[in-house]
C-alpha cells in the first residue's frame, strides 16, 4: 500500500537560513509526487508536484524539490526562508485512483 | 478564475447531533474529493466523486457518514449522529482530470468541533 512519511514533526530554522524538509514515500510504481503548504486557518495550497522527467523540480516561492527513486525521497528544499514561510507542509503521493495519501506534516517555525 | 469554495467555515455541535458540510468545486472540475483532517495529521480520503458518481468510498464510516453530488457539481458530506472523534478539518478539493494522482485544489475546509 502507498505510504507517505515525514521524519520531522517539528523544525525552527532562523530567517535567511536554508530549509530542508524530508519526505520517504512507499509506491510499487513511478510516483506521482507533491509538497502542499497549509497556513493557519487556510486549504491546502500546491508548492510543486513530480510526474515524470527531470528529477529536480522548481516551484512557487521559491521551493524546490528533488526526486530521488534509490532512496524513495522527494525532499523540499529552499535556499533561504523567510518569515512568511512559517507553515506546516505535507507531502504527498498519488494514489491509484487519483487520490492524494499525505504524510502527517512538517511544521516550520521560523526564528527572526 | 474562482476556487473551491466550502460552508460553513466552522461549527459547533454537541455529540449524537447531526451536521453537513457543502461544497461547491471549480467549475468543469469532474472529479471531486473530500478529506478529513485531524489535528497533527494529515488529511485522509473518505470519499471521491467523479461526475455524479462514487470513485472510492472505502475510508468513510457510512455508518455515520454519507455524501452526495447531484448533477455532478455540488457535493455535501454528512454526518449523523456525530461522535467526539469527529472533530477535524473536513477539506474538499477538485480536479480536472481522471485518475492518476493529478493536481488537486482544495477549498478552506471546515473545521468542525463535537463537544
Do not use: M
Not at chain 2, 497533527?40 to 457510512?62: A, H, M
Amino acid at each position: 500500500a502507498q505510504s507517505v512519511t515525514q521524519p520531522d514533526i517539528h523544525i525552527t530554522v532562523s530567517e535567511g537560513a536554508s530549509l530542508e524538509l524530508r519526505c520517504n514515500y512507499s509506491y510499487g510504481a513511478t510516483p506521482y509526487l507533491f509538497w502542499y503548504v497549509q497556513s493557519p486557518g487556510q486549504g491546502l495550497q500546491l508548492l510543486l508536484k513530480y510526474f515524470s522527467g527531470d528529477t529536480l523540480v522548481q516551484g512557487i516561492k521559491g521551493f524546490e524539490a528533488e526526486f530521488k527513486r534509490s532512496q524513495s525521497s522527494f525532499n523540499l528544499r529552499k535556499p533561504s526562508v523567510h518569515w512568511s514561510d512559517a507553515a506546516e507542509y505535507f507531502c504527498a503521493v498519488g494514489g491509484s485512483q487519483g487520490n492524494l495519501i499525505f504524510g502527517k506534516g512538517t511544521k516550520l517555525s521560523v526564528k527572526p | 478564475e474562482a476556487g473551491v469554495a466550502q460552508s460553513p467555515r466552522y461549527k459547533i455541535i454537541e455529540k449524537r447531533q447531526s451536521v453537513a458540510f457543502w461544497c461547491n468545486p471549480i467549475s468543469g472540475h469532474a472529479t471531486l474529493y473530500w478529506y478529513q483532517q485531524i489535528l497533527g495529521q494529515g488529511p485522509k480520503l473518505l470519499i471521491q466523486f467523479q461526475n455524479n458518481g462514487v470513485v472510492d468510498d472505502s475510508q468513510l464510516p457510512k455508518d455515520r457518514f454519507s455524501a452526495e453530488r447531484l448533477k455532478g457539481v455540488d457535493s455535501t458530506l454528512k454526518i449523523q449522529p456525530a461522535k467526539l472523534e469527529d472533530s477535524a478539518v473536513y477539506l474538499c478539493a477538485s480536479t480536472t482530470v481522471q485518475g492518476g494522482g493529478y493536481e488537486q485544489y482544495f477549498g478552506p475546509g471546515t473545521r468542525l468541533t463535537v463537544t
